[in-house]
């Protein structure tokens, strides 16, 4: 769809949502947008507490960052929920809901458990809590398209 | 500074702060990726809820999109702290960190504010205070590199 198309599109579904209380997505590209910015707010995150891990970073943050990780994580499973292929997100991920969801849910659980723990017991009880709750690339491996 | 040398060079600095609780960085570069991670973060978070206030996303994430901005913007000046010129900040972060400092303080607060009142009236009653307190262009147009 043209750009033009786009925004006339979405005034249009604007319009018609206007007075509903339903979730409004504008077209397709918006909802993949939506979905790639949060998945790229935990990469972020992640990112900010390997390099904190790795001593690259000042463990001042770690329990600020791993919030941030599961805070964001509770918005990503409904950004997923409208069936709109494309982006960097298998098929699969639709195909496979039950699993995905479930998936989703125990990222959610397992950052939540970890950012209390940095939240009380700061890097040191958390550390041993981050490859458990972090886990990337299990869920990268079976419904993310590789990079290029 | 090669790769190997980075390394090098994070591991001699990582052993010299091993027995210190100082702020370790392993090099100039990792300070640079350290905050950039935080400014994509906010600039992911930002996109989202523009988005939203577009209605191209769903307005249930948005109380927690506006929380997670000011849970970032809490980390972010402390990764402005080193002065180490590069990425896309300009020398005056710096040469102005008086000034700097003070919008970034005023960021958090704003955004804290911000965040609060999603939290407790939603949409509807942290939609006004949005442009107030996502005051990105302004600093970013004092302090950012241009984009090319």
Known sequence: MTRAGRVVNGLALAAVLASSSAVVYADNQDVI???????????????????ILQQKAPADNFATHVKIIAVTAATAKKAFEPKVLG??????????????SKKMDNFVAATDDLAKAAASGGLAAAQPKVQGAMQCKGCHDTYRVPKK
């Open 33 to 51: 947008d939506y979905r790639q910015h949060i998945m790229k707010t935990l990469g972020e995150q992640a990112a900010s507490i390997g390099m």
């Open 87 to 100: 982006g960097d997100a298998k098929p699969d991920v639709w195909n496979n809901w039950a699993d995905f």
